[in-house]
Every structure is written in C-alpha cells, then in structure tokens.
C-alpha cells in the first residue's frame, strides 16, 4: 500500500517559538489532598474581638493540638473528631460581638484543582475586605441551605469556598448570586468554574517532594515566597500543584536548582481551546515523536497519547497555544509517522468514552456542559466544534470521559437538563454519522416528487397561462 498523499503548500513559520520549558505528565485526576487533620478541625468566625474569651470556651469542648488565627478566624485542632462535633454543637449560632453570631464549621482542605469536580462545593470570589465570613453566612442563609463549610481559600485574593452537601441547598445557593452586601454585589458559582478559570493560569507541577512537605517548606525549598497565587499539596503523589501570577515566577520555579525534584508546566486538558486530533498511529509512538512530528507548527502546551478501547488503536490528541498552529498541523494529514501514514483532523472520531449531545441552544459554552455532566465523573474534556453541526437552527457537542464508566450515568440526563431552557439529548453515537446520506436521499426524493412524476402546482398554473 502506498503513502497516502497529502499537500504541502507553503512553509510552515510558527509566530510563536517552540515551548522548551518542561511539561509535566502526572496525571492529577485521582490526586487527593489529606483531610484527617480537617477531620478533627473546626473553624471559628465572629471571635476575633475577644478571641481570649471564646479559647476558654473551646478549652472545654475538649483536649485540642493547637489553636492559630488564620483565614479570617480560629482555627482549632483537637484530638479526635469527637471533640470537633462538640465543639460545633456549643459554639455555632452564639452571640458575639457587633450583633453577629459566631460561626463554627469542620474545616476543609480544598480537593486538588485538577482532580476533577466536585458538585458540593461552591465559591465566591474577590471578597472585599470590610466582609467577614460570619457576614456572608448571614445573607446566603447557610444554616438553611445545609452548608457545613464556610472558609477563606488560602489564596492571594480572597476568594471564599463552601461546601453544602444537602442537594436542595445547591439551587438555594446559586439564587442567591447578585445579592447585595455593603455596595458589593456577590456571584456565588460551583467549584468546576472556579477550577476552570485557576488552571487556565501559569500553573507549575513540583514533583519528588519529601514526604510530610507543607505549603510553607515547600516555598523554602524552591526559594519562592512571592508571586504565587494558590499551592496545594497532594499527599499521596508527593507533588505540588502550584498557581502562579505570573510567566516570569512560573519560570522562576522551574528553574530553582533543586536537582531532587521534578519540575514542569502542568496543562489542564479541558482549559485547552486548539487541538488537533491524530488517528492511524504506530503502536509504539510516544507523546515525544508526536512533539517531534509537530515541532514546525507552533507551541505545543500537551499531547494525550491514548488507546481507544474500542477499536484497540492508539490515537492522539495534541493541543496549540494558537489557532493558526491547528491549521499548521492539518497540512500534516497523510504524512508519515514512525512508517505509517497518520491522519489528522479537527473533527474527533467516536471513542468509547464519549457521548454526543443534540439539541443545544446557540448559546450554549462549554462551561455550561461541564457544569451539567460534572457528577457523572472526571471530564477531559468539552467540545463544541467551530464548524458545528447545526439542524433545525440547534447546535451539538461532545463530552470526553476519563472512564467509560461515566456513559450510563451521562446517558440518564437525556431530556432532563437544560440549558437556557432547552432540553439536551445525550447519544453514545454519533447522531451526525449518516447525516449526509440522509440529506441526499432526502434532496432526491424530492426531485423526483416535483420532476419525472407529477408536476409541481407552480408548473401547472405557468403551463396553463402560456396555454
């Protein structure tokens, strides 16, 4: 079988240069952040005016490790989850000072960002500094909603998480976004958009950390105290999760020196908007042929080198910072890889954990989508091709799963979720897949009613005139 032929039309010149900085690899989806120290640990708001009177209080809830001030309250370690309970019990809803309640919760510690989603957790952004937490549980009536966590995020701005994990609060929450708070307006959203605008930032992987490393040991071992927006450690991988403000402090982390550790540009799949999809490929190619292959059409943020489970074929996905760098690389459609002739497209071939959705409004992002399918599992990622499949005026998508596992539940919301009060239909084929022979048979049939057969009323009524 010969090669396949293929153009090449003009010399591809990228505008911007090849990324050379690292990439890391690790895949973060199943990446857990302890909790048994949350576990045993409340949060107290509404204190800090007498805080030495409120410590003598919880003294008697029980024997605790520590008590530190910090996110905008107490922060209180017992030694058992007992003794957490207890304290909630006694302290939540009491009268403090400037007739506030005091507010006491089981602290969290935030799943890791690129984990995946998490439909219990809600946060609000960019909170002013005049509002406290015992403020914000008041107006969104959190007792009611059945929230069980209020905090700061230890982030540079002060963005507030909430955890509620009674279903009939979720609504009640994100009604009460646009409500007014001192001439400030709060927007209440779910954890998924919040980790979808944070990953789109400079995020830096910091991989080989000694075991029991903590927020503040790991600054001091890269030598970065300044700059960072938000770091989670992830216990179980020894890894870090770094967002940066900046290229300049992304770079700067990259480059510490720590020979024991392994540092790279971590890319969220889902936040990637360019792609470009390879099929036909060699059973032993590797993302570093792939990035060899591309190397011409323009900066490479991730290549996914997956094995369809369906068809047992390897595919890939690969992911440019432009759109220019897409059409770049579908001049290489045909073009030989590792003695095999590859094929590459934008459009994506049916895989074994994906389902299409019809009947989306024009509307519809794919943020919309995420926030629909984001109980059904992780999501790789979300699509609504450019050139879209339109009809009747209705437009598709596509959702990507990690795990097949995750189909059956994303087939169950099948003309039960709306977006902009238009039902979705989910299908696990591809409704399009015969589209063009339909529409063919169709346009035939048609001619054939108005032409070779009977003749069209139009016809007859110009026939009679010229008669």
């Known amino acids: 079988m010969g090669k396949l032929p293929y153009k090449k039309n003009k010399p591809i010149k990228p505008k911007v240069p ?73 302290l939540h809803g009491k009268a403090a000072a400037d007739n506030k309640s005091v507010v006491a919760c089981r602290d969290l510690n935030p799943p890791i960002l690129a984990s995946g989603h998490n439909p219990d957790l809600f946060v609000i952004r960019d909170v002013p500094e005049e509002i406290d937490v015992t403020q914000l549980w008041s107006t969104l009536n959190a007792d009611e909603c059945g929230v069980s966590h209020m905090s700061f995020l230890p982030t540079l701005s002060r963005h507030v998480i909430i955890q509620c994990k009674e279903k009939e609060g979720h609504q009640a929450l994100l009604e009460k976004s646009g409500t007014r708070l001192e001439n400030w307006r709060l927007k209440v959203e779910l954890w998924f958009e919040f980790c979808f605008q944070m990953t789109r930032r400079n995020l830096v992987l910091i991989e080989n950390l000694p075991e029991g490393s903590t927020v503040t040991s790991v600054k001091k071992l890269i030598g970065v105290f300044e700059g960072i927006e938000y770091m989670q450690i992830a216990q179980n991988e020894n890894c870090a999760l770094v967002v940066c403000k900046t290229k300049d402090i992304a770079n700067l982390i990259i480059k510490c020196g720590q020979d024991q550790l392994k540092i790279g540009l971590y890319q969220q799949t889902a936040g990637l908007r360019y792609m470009a999809f390879i099929d036909n490929l060699h059973d032993t190619t ?48 045909g073009s030989e890889l590792l003695g095999q002739n590859i094929t590459v497209s934008q459009s994506l071939k049916k895989s074994s954990n994906m389902v299409f959705l019809t009947n989306l409004h024009r509307g519809a992002t794919a943020l ?14 979300v699509q609504i091709p450019k050139q879209k499949n339109i009809v009747n005026g209705r437009e598709a998508g596509v959702v ?23 039902r979705i239909f989910v299908h696990q084929e591809d409704p399009f897949e015969h589209r063009g022979k339909r529409g063919k048979t ?26």
């Open 18 to 90: 090849v990324q050379t900085l690292p990439v890391a690899t690790l895949d973060l989806s199943k990446a857990l952040v302890s909790q048994e120290v949350a576990e045993r640990s409340v949060c107290v708001y509404g204190v800090s005016d007498n805080s030495d009177k409120w410590k003598k209080k919880i003294e008697k809830c029980g024997e605790f490790e520590q008590i530190v001030e910090d996110r905008g309250g107490l922060i209180v370690t017992f030694n058992n989850a007992k003794s957490a309970s207890s304290a909630i019990k006694k």
């Open 286 to 333: 590797k993302e570093s042929n792939i990035l060899n292959h591309f190397r011409d059409c323009g900066n490479v943020l991730k290549v996914n080198v997956s094995l369809d489970q369906k068809t047992g074929l390897k595919r890939a996905v690969i992911y440019f910072e432009e759109e220019e760098s897409v059409q770049n690389a579908l001049q290489l459609n």
């Open 368 to 381: 919309h989508l995420g926030l629909i399918f984001q109980d059904c599992g992780h999501i790789e990622s």
């Open 400 to 422: 990507i799963f990690r795990d097949a596992e995750s189909i059956p539940k994303a087939l169950e919301k099948s003309n039960k979720s709306k977006i902009r009060g238009m």
């Open 442 to 467: 169709r346009k035939s049939n048609k001619r054939q009613s108005n032409g070779g057969g009977a003749e069209s009323p139009a016809k007859r009524k110009k026939k009679g005139s010229d008669d």
